[in-house]
């Protein structure tokens, strides 16, 4: 593989700025480890894992790439700022156990504090030789700067609104985000940008504008590895560009709305979105939603998918992925350098 070389891939020591978005009930240790074994650099979404089912999910990884004891694993884990408000008073805190587990990275999104997440991973990492990696979402120049400057996080990702699951309701599209962040950060943290990749070409153009790496979720939920279904997949594959909205009605009949003001997802537009629309009350869509599933139905289904469902038609290994958009994007950045010549 011939490395793109950016601040990114020097801080992360990987031969292609391409993440795999941590992805709450898509992401598997075995799509974070083929991402990471191909050149890239894998994350996986926490999400409601117990420390027991995550620290599997960081031993498995390790065992995959060989990686002996007290080798810090190419990884990284996602977590959720209002998830982590609610497990770490608990009897059971994830985020200080799985420090020990040695990911390469923790990435926070989505909360009213994130701050104190990103202090507790410094305090804990002054006592020993490893750093941890910290990346955080924003959706705006002056979230970017706060994370960069007032928390000293290492890794900014810039979420546009095309992205896929969760993020800012009032995000501008990713084009126009990336570079009004990159303006506001003169002090050089890196911009890793997010949502609605999924070609080889697009990284090459976002590279372009100056982000450091690309991160694409959507993309790897077409994958062998991922932990959706078949028949998830096969609505997936059936997705055009306009196939998905943002709205928080996918979580009001799936019970998980508990999110930030300013903070919904975007989903596969089925008949939840339908239902919805047609003004249906909350308690209608959720018996719909119900009956729907317990049939074992599609048309119901909560699919967390971004834009750029409508760009991708097959299902194939992760480790295909990275090198087919790692390869496009090379040959894109060569034909843009030809412009000039």
């Not at 770490?88 to 020990?100: C, F, G, K, N, Q």
Request: charged share 20%; net charge negative; with cysteine.
């Amino acid at each position: 593989m011939q490395p793109i070389n950016t601040s990114l891939t020097k801080l992360l020591n990987i031969k292609t700025p391409i993440l795999a978005a941590p992805m709450a009930f898509a992401s598997t240790a075995e799509l974070t480890a083929a991402v990471s074994a191909s050149g890239g650099f894998g994350l996986f979404g926490a999400g409601f894992d117990t420390t027991e089912q995550l620290k599997e999910t960081i031993q498995t990884v390790r065992t995959k790439l060989s990686l002996p004891k007290g080798v810090p694993v190419p990884m990284g884990i996602g977590f959720i700022g209002w998830i982590l408000d609610m497990t770490e008073p608990s009897d059971d805190p994830r985020l200080e156990a799985i420090l020990t587990e040695l990911p390469v990275a923790v990435w926070f999104a989505f909360g009213e504090d994130l701050g104190k997440y990103v202090a507790q991973v410094k305090a804990f990492d002054a006592k020993r030789s490893h750093k941890t990696t910290i990346f955080v979402i924003v959706s705006s120049a002056a979230d970017a700067v706060r994370a960069a400057t007032e928390w000293g996080v290492d890794v900014i990702v810039a979420q546009g609104n095309e992205a896929g699951g969760h993020g800012s309701s009032i995000s501008p599209p990713l084009l126009d985000l990336i570079p009004s962040v990159l303006a506001a950060l003169p002090n050089g943290t890196p911009v890793v940008a997010a949502g609605g990749v999924a070609t080889g070409s697009q990284v090459a153009a976002l590279l372009a504008m100056g982000a450091a790496g690309v991160v694409l979720g959507t993309r790897f939920l077409f994958t062998n590895e991922c932990r959706y279904t078949d028949q998830i997949k096969s609505v997936l594959v059936d997705a055009d560009l306009r196939a998905t909205q943002r709205s928080l009605c996918f979580d009001e009949v799936n019970r998980t709305n508990f999110w930030p003001p300013f903070h919904d997802g975007r989903a596969i537009a089925n008949h939840i979105w339908e239902d919805y629309t047609s003004g249906l009350t909350l308690e209608e869509r959720m018996k719909k939603h119900d009956e729907s599933n317990a049939k074992g139905d599609k048309e119901r289904l909560v699919i967390w998918a971004g834009v750029g469902a409508g760009l991708t038609k097959e299902i194939k290994p992760a480790a295909d992925v990275v090198k087919e958009i790692h390869e496009s994007a090379i040959k894109s950045l060569k034909t843009a350098a030809s412009l000039l010549s």
